[in-house]
């Protein structure tokens, strides 16, 4: 274990061993063991495991009635089963919907570049701007 790794575990679980997690714990305790210079470390975090422990503010009666009141008229709420059930599925099914939107697309992509659109729509758009500049007489010019 690294002295950075360390430095985390205490940051994250407290000066406790006993809270860190079991697979990283004995190599945890090894490398505090030989590094003196974790020991200050883990003293300030015991220092604010004690501040948080002894933390206990005083909750007035009425705040706690209406917290568990609240807590009770919560609707229903789902499982966690339910709510990632979605995750289950095989990566084709969940792909399925893009991969219906990127087919669709491609097809009127085909559609649209065999109709013909740029022949003469492109000459019904030329006209239609240069009516719009000029005025009808200017479409005699291009017709002919």
């Not at 997690?21 to 004690?50: N, Q």
């Not at 991969?99 to 097809?107: D, P």
């Not at 570049?113 to 000029?134: C, E, F, K, M, N």
Request: charged share 25%.
């Amino acid at each position: 274990m690294q002295r950075a790794r360390l430095q985390r575990l205490i940051d994250a679980y407290g000066a406790d061993p006993a809270r860190w997690p079991a697979a990283e714990r004995d190599a945890a305790k090894r490398l505090l063991a030989e590094t003196p210079a974790m020991s200050a470390r883990l003293e300030d975090a015991a220092r604010l495991d004690r501040a948080l422990d002894d933390f206990n503010p005083a909750v007035p009666k009425a705040a706690q009635a209406r917290l568990r009141q609240g807590w009770a008229n919560l609707p229903p709420q789902e499982t966690a089963a339910v709510a990632i059930a979605g995750a289950g599925l095989p990566r084709l099914a969940r792909m399925l919907p893009r991969a219906v939107m990127l087919a669709a697309a491609s097809v009127a992509g085909i559609v649209i570049g065999h109709s013909g659109i740029d022949g003469p729509v492109t000459a019904i758009a030329r006209i239609d701007v240069v009516t719009l500049i000029s005025g009808p007489e200017s479409i005699l010019l291009m017709e002919e």
